[in-house]
């Protein structure tokens, strides 16, 4: 089955302006979780949805936003973009995430570099 | 602060050597996991541990997690090229359900 899908792969943004990243879980997944990796913290828990609900949030500042939409389908934002947040950003999907346990399927990610 | 402390932090080795990998934290977790994480791609599940004491066997690689459930290790024989990748823990603890991620270690298997 088709894994985790997150587009785009690369892109290239300046200070201040927004992005929109996506991600199309493994059908059947209902939950989905987005991480910020970078070479200095690794990878950091920013936002989990379920069944369109934010369920957990990590401690980001609001300028990080997601969505999920009744296909399970997740977008995640970042507003008024800083220096500090180039990184990989991943996306994950499970069954069960929330219940302990549940294998995370991680999509390829989604490289921001911000000049 | 990071809950969990994975060491060493980079690790270049010839092809044929052993090795150990480390996953340190002072929580006690209710389930930890290993990911590979290779150059481009996301991380990939190796293997969850649950039971203090549990050790797994993955072919070539062997996976312990501690007794009190605070620490885990990941024991590579005769490491192979193919190893070559980011190797990340991950714990659930503190009645949290979601997963907290080591650092990672770096591996570098050298033909």
């Known amino acids: 089955k088709a894994g985790v899908t997150q587009t785009p792969r690369y892109l290239i943004k300046t200070r201040g302006q927004q992005v929109t990243l996506s991600c199309s879980p493994i059908s059947g997944h209902r939950s989905v979780s987005w991480y910020q990796q970078t070479p200095g913290q690794g990878l950091q828990f920013l936002f989990e949805y379920f069944s369109e609900t934010q369920r957990n949030k990590g401690n980001f500042p609001g300028r990080f936003s997601g969505r999920q939409f009744s296909n399970s389908r997740s977008e995640m934002n970042v507003s008024t973009l800083e220096l500090g947040d180039s990184a990989l950003y991943l996306c994950?999907?499970?069954?069960?995430?929330?219940?302990?346990?549940?294998?995370?399927?991680f999509g390829e990610g989604s490289r921001l570099t911000v000049l | 602060t990071q809950l969990l402390e994975q060491s060493p932090q980079f690790l270049s080795i010839q092809e044929g050597e052993n090795l150990t990998v480390y996953c340190n934290s002072s929580s006690v977790f209710s389930s930890l996991q290993w990911y590979r994480q290779e150059p481009g791609e996301g991380p990939v599940l190796l293997v969850t541990?649950?039971?203090?004491?549990e050790v797994k066997k993955l072919k070539r690689l062997t996976f312990q997690f501690g007794d009190a459930r605070k620490d885990s290790s990941l024991h590579i024989t005769a490491a192979q090229p193919g190893d070559t990748g980011l190797y990340l823990c991950?714990?659930?603890?503190?009645?949290?359900?979601?997963?907290?991620f080591g650092r990672g270690t770096s591996l570098i298997v050298h033909p």
């Open positions: 994950a999907s499970s069954l069960v995430m929330g219940q302990g346990s549940g294998e995370l399927f």
């Open positions: 991950a714990g659930e603890s503190g009645g949290s359900y979601i997963p907290t």
């Open positions: 541990v649950v039971t203090g004491g």
